[in-house]
């Protein structure tokens, strides 16, 4: 087996805030491969943007990181502030939920373009215009020479979110980053997004995380899911056995809770509900952050942290009752 | 169809826009809703679904009075309510109610949730007192919130909770008519089931009639009974739910549905799905005869026609309509790909 392209160890992130501190994210681990599309999934504020802005130090000067993300062989998270400057953007680069925000609504599309090439690879202006040209080709952007001249809100959504991708590509970036990158747009869009980052993976190797929590994207592009509750890793599974065999009662509720279209009466069934809310994330409290909504929880689930164990071949999963099932 | 007379009817309903003279440099009219004719009958959930800028929250908005229709009718039980007056309209508004899609903007951060719930009671003065706090415990207990809650504030719940105060205060009155714009789609997706559920729950208990306004086919399929799809400010296709998703015929109705995912890896994979070519076009000057010609995958076969006329909105089996050229009573659109149907029961068998 190859060198895996990123292997973050006991990655931590504690916000400090007035009223104490908020454990964002608890002894994260994870590898990425090469090539390969990792999944992300979560509700909102289980940590799964924070895990990934964490990599690369993209957080306020109130959060607190701990641990290790080795990125060909160097510690990210202990790297200087120059070099890990020339590692974002270039090496692992970003796309972010609603392409405006990440656009200057005042600098054409072709300079914001330029921008990031001439920082990063210095190049002239000459060559950085026909790179920015092959760039919005490489995604696909109808007309593109036309468009490289046109402003961000002379484009429809898809297409900004598509400008937004070929400057995440502009310099042949190792890792992208996509966090919900198809959320804000329309289904007949997001299908032709979803296609683009498969095209991306397969003709650049690109290894693609994907933060997103649409089972249906994941079941769509990933190879390898993360599932995360409350700044924890609940479950891990290659895609296929973590829809067919899911083990952590979570992940089981998840998908118990999302329609699915097509199957005729079974459409109709009733949706799984999962009692209860998400745990307040000032305390870590010892025991299984899920312990208080699960129906499997018993006296060791509210007194020990539940450590990750594989299950089955590639599939693990942080519970002490994990199991198919209904929950 | 049932005798009985459906409970909101919209015929022709039209709506234009005028466009920002200033920044455009020329008039324009935005067309964001051309010829959109439905029937909401009695207890059944429509669902309208469209992508964005359809015109599928402009129809709503018409139909509650909120923008003035261009031209059209709109009759609420029998009613014409296009140009009721206000005053006109106000005791009709109890028998018609909203549910938005953000319930941190639609709840008023200054009022108590009972305050909130209660409001429309007061208003219309139908109880005071014991009796409207009698009414408001009853629908809290409805919408599945502890009766306690009524003297928080909106910042102290929860987004699911609140979803649950919004259609508490749209509920309390016993509207006939609720609409619903995308009421799921700022939530979490285990917040959604729940609202999903009560949703179906109080309109199988309730019985009022629920227009549904949507982009997500998953739910749709979960909730409705009918489906009334919209392209770009006219309806394209309506089709009782089991009818659509086994065999729409529509292309831009095939291309929405195979576009959508599916969270099952097997059969996700195993499906094709319709690329439409470009984007939507504006709605500021929308293309002649069939609006969807532009990025129709069976251009080749409609045009010309499909430039120049537009095509009506007719029946191709009993209850289902079709906006098509292509289409017409027992001679079905070529399918654009295999049914995501025949793949999931395929999988199945």
Not at chain 1, 10 to 25: I, Q
Not at chain 1, 67 to 84: I, N, S, T, Y
Not at chain 1, 310 to 325: I, K, N, Q, T
């Amino acid at each position: 087996m190859a060198q895996p392209v990123l292997d973050v160890t006991d990655l931590s992130v504690r916000f400090d805030t007035d009223d104490g501190d908020v454990h964002a994210v608890d002894r994260m681990s994870f590898t990425l491969d090469a090539g390969e599309v990792l999944g992300i999934v979560g509700e909102s504020g289980c940590g799964k943007s924070v895990t990934c802005m964490a990599l690369v130090r993209l957080l306020p000067e109130t959060a607190r990181i701990d641990g290790a993300a080795l990125f060909e062989g160097r510690d990210l998270l202990a790297m200087p502030p120059r070099e890990l400057r020339r590692v974002r953007g270039r090496s692992i680069s970003f796309v972010f939920q609603e392409p405006m925000t990440s656009l200057n609504p005042v600098f054409t599309v072709g300079h914001q373009i330029e921008e990031v090439l001439a920082r990063h690879l210095r190049l002239s202006r000459g060559k950085a215009r026909e790179r920015a040209l092959e760039l919005l080709e490489l995604v696909r952007i109808p007309a593109p020479a036309r468009r490289l001249d046109e402003y961000p809100h002379q484009l429809s959504g898809g297409m900004r979110q598509r400008v937004v991708i070929a400057m995440a590509l502009a310099c042949d970036p190792k890792v992208l980053v996509a966090d919900e990158p198809t959320t804000a747009l329309d289904v007949t869009i997001q299908a032709g997004i979803l296609d683009l980052m498969r095209d991306i993976r397969e003709r650049l190797g690109t290894s693609i995380i994907l933060i997103t929590h649409n089972l249906g994207v994941v079941a769509d592009i990933a190879d390898r899911v993360l599932v995360m509750y409350a700044g924890r890793k609940a479950e891990e599974a290659p895609v296929a056995d973590l829809f067919s065999h899911p083990q952590h009662p979570y992940t089981i509720g998840l998908l118990g809770a999302v329609p699915r279209p097509y199957e005729g009466d079974e459409a109709r069934r009733r949706l799984q509900e999962i009692p209860g809310r998400v745990p307040s994330l000032r305390e870590l409290p010892r025991a299984c952050a899920f312990a208080d909504r699960c129906s499997r929880a018993d006296e060791l689930s509210r007194t020990e942290i539940p450590e990750l164990r594989e299950v089955r071949p590639a599939h693990s999963v942080a519970c002490f009752h994990p199991g198919p099932g209904a929950v | 169809m049932s005798g009985t007379s459906p409970v909101l009817e919209v015929v022709d309903l039209v709506k234009h826009f005028e466009a920002g003279r200033r920044l455009t440099g020329g008039r324009g009219l935005v067309h964001a809703v051309d010829d959109v004719s439905f029937e909401l009958r009695r207890g059944e959930i429509l669902g309208l679904v469209g992508e964005s800028g359809s015109g599928k929250s402009t129809v709503a908005n018409c139909v509650l009075r909120l923008v003035e229709p261009t031209s059209g009718t709109i009759r609420l039980n029998g009613t014409d309510i296009t140009h009721l007056s206000r005053r006109k309209m106000r005791p009709l508004r109890r028998e018609l109610h909203m549910v938005f899609q953000d319930p941190y903007s639609s709840l008023n951060p200054r009022m108590t949730v009972g305050d909130i719930v209660g409001e429309p009671v007061r208003l219309h003065r139908i109880a005071k007192g014991r009796a409207l706090d009698a009414r408001v415990e009853q629908i809290l207990d409805d919408v599945g919130l502890r009766a306690e809650l009524r003297y928080r504030y909106p910042h102290e719940l929860s987004g699911g909770q609140r979803q649950r105060v919004g259609l508490a205060r749209s509920l309390i009155l016993g509207p006939s008519v609720l609409i619903a714009d995308e009421p799921v789609s700022a939530l979490d997706v285990s917040v959604q089931a729940s609202i999903l559920n009560l949703l179906r729950d109080l309109q199988s208990t309730m019985g009022f009639s629920c227009l549904f306004i949507t982009h997500d086919l998953a739910t749709v399929e979960y909730l409705c009974d009918r489906v009334a799809v919209m392209y770009l400010g006219q309806l394209v296709e309506v089709s009782p739910r089991a009818e659509l998703f086994r065999n729409a015929q529509h292309p831009y109705t095939q291309a929405l549905l195979s576009a959508a995912v599916v969270p099952d890896p097997a059969v996700q994979r195993a499906r094709r799905q319709v690329v439409l070519e470009g984007d939507i076009p504006s709605p500021l000057a929308p293309p002649s005869g069939c609006r969807f010609h532009t990025r129709c995958p069976l251009h080749d076969l409609s045009a010309p026609q499909s430039e120049e006329e537009v095509p009506e909105l007719a029946e191709f089996s009993p209850g289902h309509l079709v906006a098509c050229h292509l289409v017409k009573p027992g001679r079905p659109s070529p399918r654009l790909v295999e049914d995501a149907a025949d793949i999931v029961s395929a999988k199945t068998a």
